[in-house]
């Protein structure tokens, strides 16, 4: 299973450098080159797991500007990129295929999952999305992350720190993205 991508994507320099469209045909473009090195390194099967709702991560969530800032909202212009980037990997994913003998590679969706936990909490148990559950104030940050700045009660926060999921969100969207029927699409 790999998964590239999704810190690429949170690049401001670059997506303004190159513009969303550029840029994501040239991270399609690194990530396809690493799984045809990993092809002729042998790998037959390869899971590839799509970027995340980037935009919606606590980090993401404090560095824009205006009221994003101040609400904390999803940074939309992200998730429009990381939706992009997963549409361009999954067709040229099954363009590879066909492309190298034997090989299996299967693309995984983990945004539709990830928002859907993101946009609807509380079924799960989650209290709060919008920031970490290490260092909580006005940025998350790992190096923070020291047992009195964290939160009394990590199970109610979907996000660890300030891009990571949680114990308890990263089991969901598993189970949700490589559920039995997924995962043996790879092996099977």
Request: glycine share 10%; aromatic share 8%; proline share 5%.
């Amino acid at each position: 299973m790999i998964l590239l991508g999704s810190n690429d994507m949170a690049n401001q320099l670059s997506r303004s450098l190159y513009g969303i469209d550029t840029y994501t045909d040239i991270l399609v473009g690194l990530a396809l080159d690493v799984y045809k090195e990993l092809y002729g390194l042998g790998a037959r099967r390869i899971g590839v797991v799509g970027a995340a709702p980037i935009g919606c991560v606590p980090r993401e969530r404090v560095t824009g500007d205006g009221l994003l800032i101040l609400e904390r909202n999803c940074a939309e212009e992200l998730n429009d990129a990381a939706k992009l980037f997963n549409s361009k990997l999954s067709t040229a994913v099954s363009s590879l295929n066909a492309e190298l003998p034997g090989a299996k590679i299967v693309y995984f969706d983990i945004y539709s999952p990830a928002l859907s936990l993101i946009q609807n909490p509380a079924p799960y148990g989650f209290e709060e999305v919008k920031r970490g559950c290490c260092a909580t104030g006005n940025i998350e940050l790992g190096i923070l992350c020291v047992v009195p700045g964290t939160c009394p009660d990590a199970s109610k926060y979907l996000f660890w720190d300030s891009v990571h999921p949680g114990e308890k969100a990263t089991r969901i969207i598993s189970d949700q993205t490589f559920g039995s029927s997924s995962l043996s699409s790879l092996l099977g």
